[in-house]
């Protein structure tokens, strides 16, 4: 900030010495050649500044053509990447579905026969132990007479 006030206050005291030039050379009388002599230094700023942006607009070209020259071989390198994305993920998608397939497979013919078969004995010595008296049916039956005969038992004890 305390930059651009020095350059404003800068061309400020620029211009006021041109102004006050100006009115010195009109009250001396050298008025036209003090104007030849501004427009002269006019037009050689002009003409620089035509060079200058020239220069500039050359310098904008090439900085152009520069980043055009090294965005092909990114661009190609991208290309490159994306083709390898799309084949690996060609192979995982395949990879994925050869996994699934195989799980499915495993499921219906080795895990779902194998659990029921297991099932089926289990279930069977369930049976087995409830029919011939060493299941847990009759054994939680058997503890529940129990209890009953000792809370009946207590009952007649506290009652007397």
């Known amino acids: 900030m305390q930059g651009a006030t020095r350059y404003a206050l800068i061309a400020g005291v620029i211009l006021l010495v041109l102004i006050l030039g100006i009115v010195i050379a009109g009250i ?8 030849y002599i501004f427009l002269m230094l006019l037009a050689a700023l002009m003409v620089s500044a035509t060079l200058l942006q ?13 980043i055009r020259d090294e965005m092909k071989p990114l661009l190609a390198s991208l290309q490159d990447t994306l083709g390898i994305v799309k084949d690996t993920a060609k192979t995982a ?11 499915q497979l495993t499921s219906e013919f080795a895990v779902g ?7 089926a004995v289990v279930a069977g010595q369930q049976m087995l132990r409830v029919f011939l008296g ?8 058997e503890e529940r007479r129990q209890q ?13």
């Open 113 to 119: 026969p194998s659990v029921r078969a297991v099932a």
């Open 148 to 160: 009953q005969i000792d809370a009946g038992a207590r009952v007649g004890v506290g009652g007397e």
């Open 134 to 141: 060493k299941g847990r049916v009759r054994h939680r039956a």
């Open 54 to 66: 020239i220069y500039w607009i050359v310098m904008l070209i090439r900085t152009v053509v520069t």
């Open 28 to 35: 001396v009388g050298v008025l036209l050649d003090v104007l």
């Open 93 to 103: 998608s395949h990879t994925a579905s050869t996994i699934g397939a195989t799980t």
